[in-house]
T-cell receptor, first 111, second 116 residues
Framework: QKEVEQNSGPLSVPEGAIASLNCTYS??????FFWYRQYSGKSPELIMF????GDKEDGRFTAQLNKASQYVSLLIRDSQPSDSATYLC???????????FGTGTSLTVIP | DTGVSQDPRHKITKRGQNVTFRCDPI?????LYWYRQTLGQGPEFLTY????????KSRLLSDRFSAERPKGSFSTLEIQRTEQGDSAMYLC??????????????FGSGTRLTVV
């Protein structure tokens, strides 16, 4: 069973703060990792991907990967109310043909 | 490039009826994927096509479900004899060959199915 686990939250942070979202995965063969943002009633939107250990930054978003600990995180700096959404962690299969998603973490940014 | 298009956006059907959804991928994308997302859960893989060939199916895709991509362009997902447990958002995505592995893929807006 390939599993991706996320804290479902809800996570609340004040506007301007750093939001930290975490994800662990069980399959050591996984090689690429993705963060999707999903607004209520909408489809998931890809915001970050990472496949090398370390940090990857894109604007206010930083993805962090630690393959030894099987841990992926997403940091959102200077959080805005528009960041309020559910954030889904996804991990590829060892064949790369499908992704396994976590259940998502609900984030609320309080103005 | 207008993105992945799905039709209809919403479908309400009575239990036992058949329903069909359509997905139009981004032009020239070889791969097309179907996922299902129920309330409070992440998307779950159903099946994927490479051109017109259906290469992988999840065990979630019971005998009541069938998917086709007859000419390697648009795809249809049919559910026969719908059950209340089929109520979900059905998501389609597409990608060029091999790109999804490293770069992920973009979902369409989804079809929300409600079985009453």
């Amino acid at each position: 069973q390939k599993e991706v686990e996320q804290n479902s939250g809800p996570l609340s942070v004040p506007e301007g703060a750093i939001a930290s979202l975490n994800c662990t995965y069980s399959d050591r063969g996984s090689q690429s990792f993705f963060w999707y943002r999903q607004y209520s009633g909408k489809s998931p939107e890809l915001i970050m991907f990472i496949y090398s250990n370390g940090d990857k930054e894109d604007g206010r978003f930083t993805a962090q990967l630690n393959k030894a600990s099987q841990y992926v995180s997403l940091l959102i700096r200077d959080s805005q109310p528009s960041d309020s959404a559910t954030y889904l962690c996804a991990v590829n299969t060892d064949t790369g043909n499908q992704f396994y998603f976590g259940t998502g973490t609900s984030l609320t940014v309080i103005p | 490039d207008t993105g992945v298009s799905q039709d209809p956006r919403h479908k309400i059907t009575k239990r036992g009826q058949n329903v069909t959804f359509r997905c139009d991928p981004i032009s020239e994308h070889n791969r097309l994927y179907w996922y299902r997302q129920t309330l409070g859960q992440g998307p779950e893989f159903l099946t994927y096509f490479q051109n017109e060939a259906q290469l992988e199916k999840s065990r979630l895709l019971s005998d009541r479900f069938s998917a086709e991509r007859p000419k390697g362009s648009f795809s249809t997902l049919e559910i026969q004899r719908t059950e209340q447990g089929d109520s979900a958002m059905y998501l389609c995505a597409s990608s060029p060959l091999w790109q999804a592995f490293n770069y992920g893929y973009t979902f369409g807006s989804g079809t929300r199915l409600t079985v009453v």
